[in-house]
């Protein structure tokens, strides 16, 4: 026999009447006999059943009705949280860790979460924060205490101690290179020469009182960047080689530095390298987050002036000047940098090839850039 929308209806009253005096076989039996029946236009009362069945301590009949719930409506968020409360008293920290963030995603983008979850969602969240906390000491008694570095980093990660950072450049991406934000300058066996060229480059550096233009400059022609540095002196350049061409009036005053630079792989693209200049960073200065115009080069820091107080993130990674240490790393990764100290920090900024582009593929990089900037006026790195 069918059964009529009225008597659904009255079962299920007669069902959630039973949980309020906690009466779990009562109600059950209520929900089952609608779920039975099906009758049509009638929503099955999934959620009720399960209830039901906790009452009743019936572990497998409440994970089947939470089941059967999700299978309609996967992402409710009533059922998630059940299912990851159900799943936390059967042990399964795992599972339920899956359902309480299923469920609080879910309830992050709803735009009316009842009231009546709330108090659902907090425990799930405390329960997330716990279970992390006893999965990051379990981790950490099973490894070595001190594990490789690349091992460290990806275990930071997994942890949610350390952000993903990828290469991001904002105008040519190619292909197949590593992820890899620092390279260590001891791989390079030109940088020991160049660091000891430190002393002389800080003389002509000291020598010269007036040549810095703004770093990041607007140009008639294009957009203007959305730098809040645009047209600040507090981040300021003073080119020696710019966009292919060297800056004769400043390389003439730095034949030291130019003298070191020429020892230097700089790569040899018309229109656009070799790029070398001074970049000074005034006290109180900072410069936002952003990504470079390509990853098929690294960018190199030769600090000549590096007080306390300054600092240059790339990717996850913190990095503090030393006089005289060069750095090198991949600006097509989100980097920044920001001087918090009292004094003005110079570097010499040059780039150089990455070492995994071989030859051919550098000769077939340097004519596309060739071609690309033939199209028309290059775009310039504006931080």
Known sequence: MSMTRADAEHLARQGVEALRRGDGASARASFEAIVAARPADFPLPWLALAQACRLSADTAAETDALQAQLREQPRHIAALLLMGDRKRLDGDDRAASNFYTAALNQAAVSRDVPPSLHPLLRQAEAFKQDTNQRFTAHLEAAIPAAPPARVAQSLDLLLGRRDLYQ?????????????????DRTDFDWVAELEAATPAIRAELEAITEGF??????????????????NDPAWGALHLWRGGEMVAANAARFPATMAALAKVPIPQIAGRSPMALFSRLTPGTHIQPHHGLLNTRLICHLPIIAPSGCGLRVGADVHEWRAGELVIFDDSFEHEAWNRGSETRTVL?????????????????TQLFEAIDAYGPPMLDQG
Do not use: T
């Open 167 to 183: 290469q991001q450049p904002s105008m040519f991406y190619f292909e197949g290179l590593p992820q890899r934000a620092f390279y």
């Open 213 to 230: 233009a703004p770093y990041v400059e607007g140009n008639p022609d294009r957009p203007l960047p959305n730098n809040p540095l645009l």
């Open 349 to 365: 900024l040059f780039e150089i090839w990455k070492p995994e582009i071989d030859a051919d593929e550098r000769a077939a990089l």
